[in-house]
């Protein structure tokens, strides 16, 4: 049972018991059937454990599942809207309406009680994005030399290769080359920075399957949102800049550990 005491008081929410287990078992079920992101595991836990408490604070007692009523979730959400942003309060209903999912899977409740409340609407608001020229921008910064062959439009941005020359007389150091074949991969495919963080060289396909001289890239993307595998288009940029970066991608292992620097 939820003791009822101060939040300040109140045991880990490891330890609370019997809801505390099903806490747990919610935790495994976000993470391992449902196969949540962990901050996602995070926050519907973090906004569970709130509605317990809450509710453990109101009943001045011990609580069990039949006090997690409507009545409770009403009172709950109604004391957020004051503190918090309207899509904060919508966040916290989606993690309980999600706990009331799972208790339902369990055969532990009959109705998704919190199915039945419609939450406050929260104001849209246009997303931050940046304009052609600034996204051109960012993803030549890493290359930028006053060296012509890196300048120019034409060798550049029309799929060339950067040259050895231009390499050697100028100036894109090994960790800028790493920086621009990141940001052509993200521009070029869409992919998250996460995607693109853990791709493994044998994820990367040059050509269309049949030509590998095409200039063209596929990248294949293990467990990416909601763990599904993808193969996605990257586009001849990204392929030039991989060009450029992998043949000299040695020169990032630590000279004594022979490890790739991590940074």
Not at 20 to 46: C, I, K, M, N, Q
Not at 64 to 80: H, I, K, P, Q, T
Not at 125 to 154: G, I, K
Request: glycine share 4%.
């Amino acid at each position: 049972m939820l003791s009822a005491m101060s939040a300040a008081n109140l045991p880990p929410s490891d330890d609370l018991a019997p809801l505390g287990d099903l806490r747990a078992r919610f935790h495994e079920h976000l993470r391992d059937v449902l196969r949540a992101s962990p901050e996602t595991v995070r926050a519907y836990l973090a906004n569970v454990t709130e509605w317990l408490r809450f509710t453990a604070e109101k009943r001045c007692r011990d609580i069990g599942l039949a006090d997690l009523d409507l009545v409770s979730l009403r009172s709950f959400l109604a004391s957020r809207h004051d503190r918090d942003l309207a899509v904060t309060v919508v966040r916290k209903l989606a993690s309980i309406r999600a706990f009331f999912r799972f208790l339902r899977r369990e055969k532990l409740v009959e109705e998704n009680l919190a199915a039945l409340i419609r939450p406050k609407k929260a104001p849209r608001s246009l997303p931050d994005f940046l304009t052609p020229e600034q996204a051109m921008a960012l993803v030549e910064a890493p290359v930028r030399s006053p060296s012509p062959e890196l300048c120019s439009d034409s060798a550049q941005r029309n799929g060339a290769p950067f040259s050895d020359s231009a390499q050697r007389s100028g100036a894109p150091s090994i960790e800028n080359l790493r920086d621009a074949a990141i940001l052509e991969l993200l521009y070029g495919s869409g992919l998250r920075v996460s995607e693109v963080v853990k791709l493994d060289l044998h994820h990367i396909t040059h050509g269309d399957g049949v030509r590998k001289d095409d200039g063209l890239l596929t990248v294949r993307v293990m467990r990416g949102k909601g763990g599904k595998d993808r193969i996605v288009p990257a586009g001849r940029k990204a392929a030039s800049a991989l060009s450029a970066y992998l043949p000299r991608r040695s020169e990032l292992r630590h000279p004594r550990t022979e490890m790739f620097d991590p940074e």
